[in-house]
C-alpha cells in the first residue's frame, strides 16, 4: 500500500530535550515535506527536500532541522523544543514533474505537546 | 508571496441539504493549482478536490463541486446531499505550477457541521 508514515503518532516532551519525529514514503518521491499546523493559521511549511541531499527553508524553519540521507526518509529534528513548537506535525512527500502536476500524499500527522 | 484566505471560520448545514464553502487567495502567477483538502476528526489530510487554473472547466468529484472564478480569485467549494460523514475541517490550499518547491499555501480552514 502506497503510504506515507510518521513517527510518533503522540508525543509529550519537556523543554530543551532534543526529539526526531520520523518520516517514511514508500512511493519513490523524489519531493518531501514538513507541514505544522496550529489552530487558525492553518498548515505552514517548515522544510523541504526535492532530492537526496537537497533540502531547503520553508516559510517556518526557526527551531527545526531536517536531512535527506535517503530518498523514502525525511526525519524532523528539534535539537531544544519549546513550548511554541506544540503543534501537530504533518509530512507530505510527491513525484516531482515539471509542471508540478501531482498530487501530495499526507502522513497521518504527529501531535507533539512540549511542556 | 501568495496568501488563501478562508472567511468562514465556521459553517454548519442540514443533512442531505446543500452548503457552499468560500475560499478566495492572492498571486501574480498565471499558472497554479487550487485543492480542497478535508480534515475529520482523525487529522488525517484527505484531498477532496483539484483545480488546475488553466483549465475553465470547473472541476467536480460526485457530490463535490467547485466554483473557479480565475479573474475574481475565488475558488469556493459546494457540496450536495450533506452527509454526517462530511463533517470536518476544511482547507482550501494553493500550489504554483512550475519545477521546484511543491509548496501548499493553506487557508486557515472552515469547520463544516452536519445537523441530522
Known amino acids: 500500500e502506497a503510504q506515507v508514515t510518521q513517527n510518533p503518532r503522540y508525543l509529550i516532551t519537556v523543554t530543551g530535550k532534543k526529539l526526531t519525529v520520523t518520516c517514511s514514503q514508500n512511493m519513490n518521491h523524489e519531493y518531501m515535506s514538513w507541514y505544522r499546523q496550529d489552530p487558525g493559521l492553518g498548515l505552514r511549511q517548515i522544510y523541504y527536500s526535492m532530492n537526496v541531499e537537497v533540502t531547503d527553508k520553508g516559510d517556518v524553519p526557526e527551531g527545526y532541522k531536517v536531512s535527506r540521507k535517503e530518498k523514502r526518509n525525511f526525519p524532523l529534528i528539534l535539537e531544544s523544543p519549546s513550548p511554541n513548537q506544540t503543534s501537530l506535525y504533518f509530512c507530505?512527500?510527491?513525484?516531482?514533474?515539471?509542471?508540478?502536476?501531482?498530487?501530495?500524499?499526507f502522513g497521518p500527522g504527529t501531535r507533539l505537546l512540549v511542556l | 508571496a501568495q496568501t488563501v484566505t478562508q472567511s468562514q471560520p465556521e459553517m454548519s448545514v442540514q443533512e442531505a441539504e446543500t452548503v457552499t464553502l468560500s475560499c478566495t487567495y492572492d498571486t501574480s502567477e498565471s499558472d497554479y493549482y487550487l485543492f480542497w483538502y478535508k480534515q475529520p476528526p482523525s487529522r488525517q489530510m484527505i484531498l477532496v478536490i483539484r483545480q488546475e487554473a488553466y483549465k475553465q472547466q470547473n472541476a467536480t468529484e460526485n457530490r463535490f463541486s467547485v466554483n473557479f472564478q480565475k479573474a475574481a480569485k475565488s475558488f469556493s467549494l459546494k457540496i450536495s446531499d450533506s452527509q454526517l460523514g462530511d463533517a470536518a475541517m476544511y482547507f482550501c490550499a494553493y500550489r504554483v505550477s512550475n519545477f521546484g518547491n511543491e509548496k501548499l499555501t493553506f487557508g486557515t480552514g472552515t469547520r463544516l457541521t452536519i445537523i441530522p
Open positions: 507530505a512527500s510527491s513525484p516531482v514533474m515539471e509542471r508540478g502536476e501531482e498530487t501530495q500524499y
